[in-house]
């Protein structure tokens, strides 16, 4: 019943490589999913968010307008800590449950948890095994320029605002190359899927 953290940098191939797994039967358990459902309207984290942050960050239907929060935290590192000191506790507790229903329904099942913020909010949990999607910045500039339509500033900056590629790396059991093409990166998986089966 192996507990794997998959990370990468922003347009790093991650999600690519979480498909590829959940195609050969892993139990994938999304963390910006979590963010979403954690943060839905009526829920106790909207509103301490909320009260934190004043009532300009919801919508008029009551969700969460996350450009209008993005707005007051995106560099203001004492705002962003009083947000994730909401948001990350419950996405904590959520991902928990999900993981031990995963493995209550499935004892041999691989779980994976697709989470961006793996060095900056969960490194030290017991991870079975740690992979990381690795692009060089260059390629990931790229991929949010064409693929995801921002400018080079904005996309420049989105991936300045994440920890270094070398934090990530430095953690990582595996290293999945996803600088090529999503081929070789597929097959990088799939040798990745054999050798978890074989533990």
Known sequence: MP???LT??????????????????AVVVDADQI?????APGSPVLARIAEEFGGDVLTST????RAALGALVFGDAERLAALNAIVHPAVRAESQRRFDDAFARDPQAVVVYDVPLLVEAR?????DLVVVAHAPASDRLRRLVSLRGMDAAAAQARIDAQ????RRLAIADVVIDTGGSIEHTREQTDALWERVRAR
């Open 3 to 5: 507990l794997i953290a």
């Open 8 to 25: 990468g940098g922003i347009a790093s191939g991650k999600s690519t490589i979480a498909r590829r797994l959940a195609e050969h039967g």
């Open 35 to 39: 963010v979403r459902d954690v943060q």
């Open 62 to 65: 009551g969700e969460l307008d």
């Open 123 to 127: 490194v030290d949990d017991p991870w």
């Open 163 to 166: 920890v270094s590629d070398d």
